[in-house]
Protein backbone atom coordinates (compact mmCIF):
# COMPACT_ATOMS: atom_id res chain seq x y z
CA UNK A 1 0.00 0.00 0.00
CA UNK A 2 1.13 3.40 -0.99
CA UNK A 3 0.28 6.58 -0.03
CA UNK A 4 0.88 10.43 -1.18
CA UNK A 5 1.46 13.42 0.86
CA UNK A 6 0.67 11.54 4.34
CA UNK A 7 1.36 12.60 7.36
CA UNK A 8 3.81 10.33 9.93
CA UNK A 9 0.86 9.40 11.92
CA UNK A 10 -1.25 8.57 8.93
CA UNK A 11 -2.38 4.78 9.19
CA UNK A 12 -4.79 2.73 6.60
CA UNK A 13 -6.03 -0.39 6.91
CA UNK A 14 -6.52 -3.58 4.57
CA UNK A 15 -9.96 -5.38 4.35
CA UNK A 16 -10.97 -8.94 3.22
CA UNK A 17 -13.95 -10.11 2.22
CA UNK A 18 -15.19 -13.93 1.94
CA UNK A 19 -18.40 -14.84 0.13
CA UNK A 20 -20.22 -18.25 -0.09
CA UNK A 21 -22.26 -19.67 -2.34
CA UNK A 22 -25.54 -21.89 -2.91
CA UNK A 23 -24.08 -24.20 -5.19
CA UNK A 24 -20.72 -24.73 -7.32
CA UNK A 25 -19.35 -21.24 -8.52
CA UNK A 26 -18.18 -21.34 -12.37
CA UNK A 27 -15.90 -19.26 -14.53
CA UNK A 28 -17.48 -18.03 -18.01
CA UNK A 29 -16.92 -21.19 -20.14
CA UNK A 30 -18.84 -23.55 -21.93
CA UNK A 31 -19.68 -25.71 -18.80
CA UNK A 32 -21.35 -22.52 -17.42
CA UNK A 33 -23.20 -22.05 -20.31
CA UNK A 34 -24.62 -26.15 -20.20
CA UNK A 35 -25.27 -26.08 -16.49
CA UNK A 36 -27.79 -22.73 -17.32
CA UNK A 37 -28.97 -24.22 -20.21
CA UNK A 38 -29.34 -27.80 -18.95
CA UNK A 39 -31.27 -26.08 -15.72
CA UNK A 40 -34.09 -24.94 -18.58
CA UNK A 41 -33.88 -28.16 -20.53
CA UNK A 42 -34.68 -29.84 -17.44
CA UNK A 43 -37.08 -27.73 -16.48
CA UNK A 44 -38.79 -28.25 -19.77
CA UNK A 45 -38.51 -32.28 -19.95
CA UNK A 46 -40.45 -32.21 -16.59
CA UNK A 47 -43.39 -29.80 -18.00
CA UNK A 48 -42.84 -30.97 -21.33
CA UNK A 49 -42.62 -27.64 -22.62
CA UNK A 50 -40.84 -26.82 -26.26
CA UNK A 51 -38.06 -24.30 -26.22
CA UNK A 52 -36.82 -21.58 -28.26
CA UNK A 53 -33.81 -19.43 -27.65
CA UNK A 54 -35.28 -16.31 -29.09
CA UNK A 55 -31.96 -14.14 -30.41
CA UNK A 56 -28.70 -14.52 -28.39
CA UNK A 57 -24.97 -12.90 -29.51
CA UNK A 58 -22.41 -10.55 -28.11
CA UNK A 59 -21.61 -7.29 -29.09
CA UNK A 60 -19.54 -6.65 -32.17
CA UNK A 61 -15.88 -5.40 -29.45
CA UNK A 62 -16.56 -9.34 -28.16
CA UNK A 63 -14.95 -10.36 -31.52
CA UNK A 64 -11.58 -8.35 -31.23
CA UNK A 65 -8.87 -9.16 -29.58
CA UNK A 66 -9.30 -12.64 -28.59
CA UNK A 67 -11.99 -11.58 -26.30
CA UNK A 68 -14.15 -14.81 -26.51
CA UNK A 69 -16.89 -13.88 -28.58
CA UNK A 70 -16.31 -16.74 -31.29
CA UNK A 71 -16.38 -18.69 -28.44
CA UNK A 72 -19.44 -18.34 -27.11
CA UNK A 73 -21.62 -17.80 -30.26
CA UNK A 74 -19.91 -21.79 -30.79
CA UNK A 75 -20.18 -22.55 -27.51
CA UNK A 76 -24.10 -21.59 -27.17
CA UNK A 77 -25.05 -23.17 -30.92
CA UNK A 78 -23.17 -26.55 -29.96
CA UNK A 79 -24.83 -26.49 -26.83
CA UNK A 80 -28.62 -25.39 -28.37
CA UNK A 81 -28.13 -28.12 -31.18
CA UNK A 82 -27.20 -30.66 -28.11
CA UNK A 83 -30.18 -30.03 -26.42
CA UNK A 84 -32.39 -29.86 -29.62
CA UNK A 85 -32.98 -26.17 -28.93
CA UNK A 86 -33.84 -24.17 -32.13
CA UNK A 87 -32.60 -20.71 -31.38
CA UNK A 88 -32.41 -17.66 -33.60
CA UNK A 89 -29.08 -15.39 -33.93
CA UNK A 90 -29.24 -11.72 -33.01
CA UNK A 91 -28.59 -9.51 -34.52
CA UNK A 92 -28.59 -10.37 -38.17
CA UNK A 93 -28.21 -6.62 -39.90
CA UNK A 94 -26.41 -4.19 -37.13
CA UNK A 95 -23.31 -3.18 -36.83
CA UNK A 96 -23.22 -3.84 -33.06
CA UNK A 97 -23.20 -7.94 -33.33
CA UNK A 98 -20.36 -8.05 -35.94
CA UNK A 99 -21.86 -9.69 -39.14
CA UNK A 100 -22.87 -6.79 -41.52
CA UNK A 101 -20.29 -3.33 -40.48
CA UNK A 102 -21.17 -0.16 -42.13
CA UNK A 103 -24.26 -1.94 -43.68
CA UNK A 104 -27.15 0.33 -41.25
CA UNK A 105 -25.46 3.48 -42.40
CA UNK A 106 -25.96 2.14 -46.18
CA UNK A 107 -29.44 0.72 -45.21
CA UNK A 108 -30.75 4.02 -44.34
CA UNK A 109 -29.31 6.10 -47.42
CA UNK A 110 -32.36 6.34 -50.28
CA UNK A 111 -31.77 4.83 -53.89
Not at 16 to 41: C, Q, S, W
Not at 48 to 64: H, I, S
Request: aromatic residues 14%.
Amino acid sequence: MRGENLTSSASGKLRLDFHTAIGPVFIRNKAYLETKVGEIVDWAKTNNAALYMGEFGVGYPCFQNDKGGLQFVKDMVDINKANNIHFTYDVYHEDNFGLYLGLADFLKKPS
